[in-house]
């Protein structure tokens, strides 16, 4: 299944000086930004990335569970700093085959009025 996921850094987290800032990037942002160049060798990223002019992620990830995606996301070093939504997405073709059964009624409706 692929799902859209966005992750913010929280104002919490925000390094407050420049030795901070150095750390951050060095123990935190590089390491991740490596493991997610990884993750998309590896076809579990399909696309996406570092959002400009923030510090954020905005990701389409393909996981068989949700379990290997709540695992996949905790391994990044930048987890425990995030605020992260996740939307499951369905396919095209998947949301057409959800959506006969409703046009099919409305007709029905519309025919019995």
């Known amino acids: 299944m692929d799902y859209l996921v966005q992750m913010k850094l929280a104002n919490s987290s925000r390094p407050k000086s420049p030795e901070e800032g150095i ?21 579990k ?3 996406g990335g570092p959002v400009s002019g923030s510090i954020a992620l905005a ?3 393909r996981t068989e569970t949700i379990q290997e995606l709540d695992e996949l996301l905790q391994r990044l070093p930048i987890w425990p700093r995030m605020e992260t939504t996740v939307i499951p997405l369905t396919s095209f073709d998947g949301r057409m085959v959800a959506l006969r059964p409703s046009l099919e009624r409305l007709k029905a409706q519309l025919q019995a009025a």
């Not at 935190?28 to 590896?42: G, H, M, R, S």
């Open 45 to 47: 990223i399909l696309a």
């Open 23 to 43: 750390s951050f990037i060095e123990r935190v942002i590089f390491p991740t930004l490596e493991a997610c160049k990884k993750l998309e060798e590896e076809k």
């Open 59 to 61: 990701l389409i990830v």
